[in-house]
């Protein structure tokens, strides 16, 4: 009762969100939900049809109306800006995604190539991180926006989502 009550306003709570993130990764972790995708994208279906196909799954499993829960998903940064554990689910949850199309969409080769493009990418973001506990809170906070303001203007480019020392350096001096 309490998923269909929810079901009735703007926006899916929090719980929920959680929820089908934390299943769909399961889900898409699953040797048979993979062949699922392959097989679709064998079968020249969009592996994204499959992979929405399987996110409505889960919001039918959860009593919500799928076309709503989908609708709810392209809201979570507006709605949900400022809970910042939610948004890392939620862009953890849409890189699964991501990685669930890749891994059915290139060759072994291809992905593994990707797979090692990302662990590089995530290990200049964990320097960059370090870099920025070196300063205050409203230095991190103005550093963050400007990495924010930067992603936005490159479309969400991976490639931009790294700021090097100097970089950091400056936002915080200016």
């Known amino acids: ?7 009735t306003t703007s926006m ?3 719980p929920q969100l959680l929820h089908l993130f934390s299943r769909f990764s399961f889900l898409t972790s699953l040797p048979e939900v993979k062949a699922r995708i392959a ?3 064998r079968d020249k279906q969009e592996a994204v049809a499959v992979t929405t196909e399987i996110q409505e799954e889960i919001l039918r499993e959860m009593g919500i109306d799928p076309s709503f829960g989908i609708g709810c998903l392209g809201k ?4 949900y800006e400022d809970d910042m554990e939610l948004m890392v689910k939620f862009y953890q949850f849409v890189a699964k995604e991501e990685m669930a199309i890749d891994e059915a969409e290139l060759d072994p080769r291809e992905f593994a190539e990707k797979l090692h493009a990302q662990h590089k990418l995530q290990e200049q973001q964990l320097k960059m991180l370090i870099q920025m506990r070196k300063y205050n809170p409203e230095s991190q906070s103005v550093i963050l926006e400007t990495l924010r303001k930067q992603l936005e203007s490159a479309n969400f480019d991976t490639d931009a989502s790294i700021l090097t ?3 950091i350096q400056e ?3 200016n």
């Open 165 to 167: 020392p100097e970089q």
């Open 39 to 41: 097989d679709a994208v």
């Open 171 to 173: 936002i915080v001096e």
């Open 76 to 79: 979570v940064n507006v709605m």
């Open 1 to 7: 009762m309490a998923a269909a009550a929810a079901s």
């Open 12 to 14: 899916m709570t929090r």
